[in-house]
């Protein structure tokens, strides 16, 4: 029987840095604000590169940006590389300002058009990291 791959890691923040010193997004204070709005929800959260993108982790992957868009930034949520279609999250995450956009029973992506958009949607952002971390400890 063929053994499953180890799961991938992320390589560390100082790699982060160097990607997105030699990326050209139109969001780039946006992207960097975000980044410290989601390592100040929780002092376990650890971020890395993960597939060509900013990502963040406890004890798995919950978090990582898509920058090919030029006019946002999103931050896609989820549980790891792997689908997990039987967890309860969409139903247990309280999303009172309905920033998730749901993709799946275990994904979903909140969508940042601006710094102001970052601004207002700030406390209900961090208040969504901090719920969904508790799903991959």
Do not use: C
């Amino acid at each position: 029987m063929p053994r499953n791959p180890a799961p991938a890691r992320s390589k560390p923040t100082a790699d982060v840095e160097t990607l997105l010193a030699e990326l050209d997004h139109p969001l780039a204070s946006e992207i960097s604000q975000l980044r410290a709005l989601i390592r100040s929800a929780d002092p376990r959260i650890a971020e890395g590169v993960k597939w060509n993108a900013p990502s963040f982790h406890t004890t798995e992957h919950f978090a990582t940006f898509h920058l090919r868009a030029r006019d946002a930034i999103q931050v896609v949520m989820h549980l790891g590389a792997k689908p997990r279609p039987d967890v309860s999250i969409r139903s247990e995450i309280a999303d009172p300002a309905a920033l998730l956009e749901w993709r799946s029973a275990d994904r979903a992506i909140v969508t940042f058009r601006s710094h102001a958009d970052v601004e207002s949607k700030r406390d209900a952002f961090v208040a969504l990291v901090r719920q969904w971390i508790e799903f991959v400890e």
